[in-house]
Nanobody, 116 residues
Framework: QVQPVESGGGLVQPGGSLRLSCVVSGSIVSPNTMGWYRQAPGKQRELVATSTTGGTTNYADSVKGRFTISRDNAKNTVSLQMNSLKPEDTAVYYC??????????WGQGTQVTVSS
């Protein structure tokens, strides 16, 4: 069974950096899209960044130029480097894997808090 597991969240001051990692266990259908989503308290879950098997990336406007997504297809991992963090980046960050017509897998989430 495919299971994404996130790590790397924590508390960071505004302007700081964090790196999130996601290891996906199980056999993943290829091609697929791996990505990061986030959900802040009282808000809907939103896309942060995605990366396809072929290397195409997509970012939310709010994180462009600050966040970078990367993946290792051989290791089934996807990472999110977050720089210049802002308080509004505070949220639970989820790893998501989508493959085929309707296969979607979510991780359990990792908390990122940006506060002084």
């Amino acid at each position: 069974q495919v299971q994404p597991v996130e790590s790397g969240g924590g508390l960071v001051q505004p302007g700081g950096s964090l790196r999130l990692s996601c290891v996906v266990s199980g056999s993943i259908v290829s091609p697929n899209t791996m990505g990061w989503y986030r959900q802040a308290p009282g808000k809907q879950r939103e896309l942060v960044a995605t990366s396809t098997t072929g290397g195409t990336t997509n970012y939310a406007d709010s994180v462009k130029g600050r966040f970078t997504i990367s993946r290792d297809n051989a290791k089934n991992t996807v990472s999110l480097q977050m720089n210049s963090l802002k308080p509004e980046d505070t949220a639970v960050y989820y790893c998501r894997v989508a493959a085929g017509w309707s296969l979607v897998y979510w991780g359990q989430g990792t908390q990122v808090t940006v506060s002084s």
